[in-house]
């Protein structure tokens, strides 16, 4: 069974004291495939550690995340162009639009979220959007910007099924993590109308554990709780759950 995990902050300092058991751990539950989504500069060299140090697990994307987007996001963003025209990355992000931490750089936002969408179009590559609290900006600018070649993932989705379907319409998929173990998370209640060919796999560690190691520290070896829940609402077995969702990031992905 592999298990693939489409967005895992794997360099976090939060994983400093071990991260390569960590990293171990998951590889033995069967999660062989570690999608990097980046964040900013800052974060850069770290993410090249990884890869080298796992080159047949890891792979990376390239952005600027919109919490991270301040004054100097023309500079960041010009840090993104500079790494995308230096080497492979397998998509652009995570970018998009969060009005739960900052919604004072709105238009900063905005302005980098369609710049990178024009980045991912140029390059011919996936995004992955993080969205929070920002659902009608987000769809907003994905209207402006629809067409064949802007497809992704739409992660962490916790929005409703008309939403869902919505994002699906963009050609998104779903990415679905540990909110789908909440017993408040809601998305449990729709997901089986949505056909399992639109949903991938993430567990967004170190964040967003899901049940039982809520509130914890999370890491890519619990995916396998999101597995199981979702054999639980398919009416499938683990084993296929793995197999159609890693088959779907290779459609994403392109590896």
Same mark, same amino acid.
């Given at each position: ?5 489409? $967005? ?121 959007? $993080? ?9 907003? &600018? #994905? ?6 070649? #802007? ?22 998929? #779903? ?11 809601? &998305?449990?209640?729709? #997901? ?6 639109? &949903? ?56």
């Amino acid at each position: 069974m592999t298990i693939t995990d489409t $967005h895992t902050h794997l360099y976090s300092s939060e994983f400093d004291g071990d991260r390569n058991e960590m990293i171990q751990r998951a590889i033995d539950a069967g999660v062989l495939r570690f999608f990097i989504p980046s964040i900013d500069s800052t974060f850069t060299q770290s993410m090249y550690d990884l890869e080298n140090s796992y080159p047949e697990n890891i792979f990376l994307m390239m952005g600027l995340h919109p919490t991270h987007i301040k004054d100097n996001y023309l500079e960041e963003l010009q840090h993104v162009e500079k790494e995308l025209s230096k080497r492979k990355f397998f998509a652009i992000g995570e970018i998009g639009i969060d009005l739960y931490w900052d919604k004072i750089h709105l238009p900063q936002q905005q302005d980098a979220f369609r710049k990178q969408i024009q980045l991912a179009k140029q390059y011919k590559l996936p995004i992955v959007i $993080h969205c929070r609290e920002a659902f009608n900006e987000i769809f907003e &600018i #994905l209207e402006e910007e629809k067409s064949n070649d #802007l497809f992704g993932i739409f992660h962490c989705f916790s929005g409703t099924f008309e939403q869902a379907l919505q994002a699906i319409s963009y050609n998104m998929k #779903l990415g679905i993590g540990g909110v789908v173990t909440f017993k408040n998370g809601k &998305i449990d209640q729709f #997901l089986n109308q949505i056909d399992l060919k639109y &949903i991938v796999l993430e567990t967004d560690s170190p964040y967003l554990a899901p049940v039982p190691y809520r509130g914890k520290r999370n890491e890519s070896s619990y995916i396998i709780n999101v597995v199981y829940k979702l054999a639980e609402i398919y009416s499938l077995s683990a084993a296929e759950i793995a197999q159609i969702t890693t088959e779907n990031s290779k459609e994403i992905f392109g590896i």
